[in-house]
């Protein structure tokens, strides 16, 4: 459904020199800077898949996105979706996709969603009959009806962006893109998006590319991620496999009787492979990086010499990966 | 083209829509709008009384040109609104959204800044028209009406193809834009009859930046002065010329647009 093949997006940016002097020179003579945005990223999607893109701002992640829904023009590679080039025949291609850009509204700020609704029927050409059962359930499911009338903004910013996720469906697309969808939302409102999006993807087999911050909505909802960083793509897989990659190790959390420095953990558990972090005065965290031999040593050492009430042993969270990876990269780009 | 005249006929519904909502805002603009109409009317009328004549262009004259130019500058301004183009749509990046739609996005960006209010000016150029034309007793056929249309159409457009164009500069430097002024002074020149004004000056306002094909050409049918008939005539084809020149422009700004950082 979705075909990329190394898609590579340059900016030229305007370098302006500093001060008055250079502000006059800048007239004449201007400088540029290039920098490679995307650079060479190939994937490819079926239908009715869920995945993430992932990375730190600045990665690249929303100038992918431009390009595929269109909106940017690639400086070399192709992108061909549901069949169409995005920025050649891009008319016809965005009748088959919905985007939703979390930071932008697509809803008529001084209109209620329902006329904003109608409009875009309107602007997608949707069958009138089959458009308003569509919208019917739309309003249904993201439980829009109690302040579909009112105008958009009144309305508090998990109900806007449910109106937004309904308008960006109502043509009922194919391929749904979101971009953060989820930010400044609370955990409510964040749960039946997830839902809803869920449910979409089971009954309408829409494929839905997801890019968030939010590593949680990554669980809830995508089997495959994609991690970008400094333009290129370093992980497409399973989000299993990034686990394993990444993230395998282990934390346990001690909590003591009595008051327990890290010095006085460190010198019982002797020099070996792991960290130590501490949480409070009565509390420290040993991070035990992949060895397995390791963890049931920690566990007996510290439990004989020190009175510990409570154990936690915990497996790294996809958060934890996530961090992992923004900051091995970050060290690769200091080596570089 | 059928589907943006039918979203045209929503998008003015929902303006009226939004603009009812807050009703004494509505009936207030009403009001100043015909006032600020009206003074305009007393005017242009005060002081052109005190206007000699021109080269062989006698007052009345004058008024007519006159009153034609705020027809088609009215219906532009009405429907090419977008004078906060690039703080926007560029710079807000707006216009992501507007490519992610399936209707040609220089439709939109008008659909979407349209200004139904302008509808007065053409009022207020017909009754200047009419004045004038009273006076200088103008005879008109019926197809005249018909020519009458085809050239307002066509002024329409140079001024449209003129800033769409400029309009598109803002695709491609991301700074403001400081010619849109620049050209707003050279479009009034457009208004009064070009021979008064030396060769360069005339010839630049034919070709160049056409806005005398916004008053005098079209007008001078009208007027029935014969010498300037081969121009009249031309008002169409370089209404179409430089309204597919702006969309030129337009198309490959649009290629060359980088969005906004989000």
């Known amino acids: 459904m979705i075909q990329v093949n190394k898609l590579e997006k340059v900016f030229r940016i305007h370098q302006a020199r ?108 949707v069958d009138e009959e089959e458009g308003n059962r569509w919208l019917n359930r739309l309003i249904d499911e993201l439980d829009l009806g109690s302040f579909v009338h009112q105008p958009v903004r009144k309305l508090s910013l998990g109900q806007r962006m449910r109106c937004e996720i309904a308008a960006s469906l109502i043509h009922k697309p194919k ?162 | 083209m059928l589907q943006v005249l039918r979203l045209f006929g929503d998008y003015l519904s929902q303006y009226f829509k939004t603009r009812l909502a807050y009703r004494a805002d509505f009936f207030g603009e009403l009001v100043s709008n015909l006032i600020f109409e009206l003074i305009n009317l007393v005017f242009i009328v005060v002081v052109f009384q005190h206007v000699p004549l021109l080269n062989d262009w006698s007052r ?23 004078w906060d183009f690039n703080e926007r749509y560029i710079i807000r990046g707006e216009m992501d ?51 009458f249309v085809g050239l307002v159409i066509s002024s329409v457009l140079i001024y449209a193809g003129v800033y769409t164009a400029i309009a598109a500069i803002s695709f491609f430097s991301d700074s403001r834009t400081g010619i849109a002024p620049m050209i707003w002074n050279i479009q009034n020149y457009g208004r009064y009859p070009v021979d008064v004004y030396n060769g360069v000056i005339r010839f630049i306002l034919t070709w160049i930046l056409p806005f005398a094909f916004v008053g005098l050409y079209p007008s001078a049918y009208f007027l029935r002065k014969e010498e300037w008939y081969t121009y009249t005539m031309l008002t169409p084809v370089m209404g179409l010329i430089f309204f597919s020149l702006g969309l030129f422009v337009w198309n490959w700004g649009i290629k060359r647009y980088q969005g906004a950082g989000s």
Not at chain 1, 47 to 74: C, H, Q, R, V
Not at chain 1, 303 to 313: G, H, L, P
Not at chain 2, 130 to 135: L, M, P, T
């Open chain 1, 18 to 125: 500093p001060g008055l002097a250079g502000a006059l020179r800048d007239l004449f003579d201007r400088q540029y800077k290039t920098v490679k945005a995307v650079d060479g990223v190939s994937f490819s999607v079926e239908a009715g898949e869920m995945f993430a893109l992932i990375g730190e701002n600045g990665a690249g992640k929303s100038t992918t996105i431009k390009m595929l829904t269109g909106i940017l023009t690639p400086s070399a590679g192709e992108v061909v979706i549901n069949g169409f080039v995005p920025y050649k025949q891009r008319e016809q291609y965005v009748t088959s996709i919905g985007v939703v850009f979390g930071q932008r509204s697509q809803l008529w700020w001084d209109l209620s969603p329902m006329e904003s609704f109608r409009l875009l029927k309107r602007v997608y050409k």
């Open chain 2, 97 to 147: 959204r507007v490519l992610t739609r399936p209707i040609h996005n220089l439709a939109q960006v008008c659909l979407e800044s349209i200004a139904p209010d302008r509808i007065f000016g053409v009022f207020s150029g017909l009754i200047i028209m009419g004045y004038a034309a009273i006076k200088l007793e103008l005879s008109f056929a019926w197809y005249d009406l018909l020519l």
């Open chain 1, 175 to 336: 391929l749904l893109f979101l971009d953060e969808p989820t930010v400044g939302l609370d955990v409510l409102v964040k749960q039946k998006i997830r839902e809803f999006l869920r449910r979409l993807n089971e009954t309408e087999r829409t494929t839905i590319l997801l890019t968030t911050h939010d590593v949680s909505d990554i669980e809830a909802l995508c089997r495959r991620v994609l991690v970008m960083d400094q333009g290129r793509l370093i992980f497409d897989g399973l989000l299993g496999d990034l686990k394993e990659k990444w993230g395998a190790g282990t934390e346990v959390v001690f909590q003591f009787k009595k008051r327990t420095s890290l010095e006085e953990v460190r010198t019982a558990l002797g020099a070996a492979d792991y960290e130590l972090v501490p949480e409070n005065e009565y509390a420290l965290a040993v991070r035990i990086p992949r060895s397995q031999e390791m963890l049931p040593y920690v566990l007996s050492t510290v439990m004989s010499r020190f009175d510990v009430s409570d154990v936690k042993v915990k497996e790294a969270s996809t958060e934890e990966i996530v961090r992992n990876i923004y900051s091995a990269t970050g060290e690769v780009m200091v080596h570089a």
């Open chain 2, 60 to 82: 009345d004259e004058i008024i007519f040109i006159y009153g034609y130019f705020l027809i088609p500058y009215a219906l532009f301004t009405m429907f090419f609104g977008f």
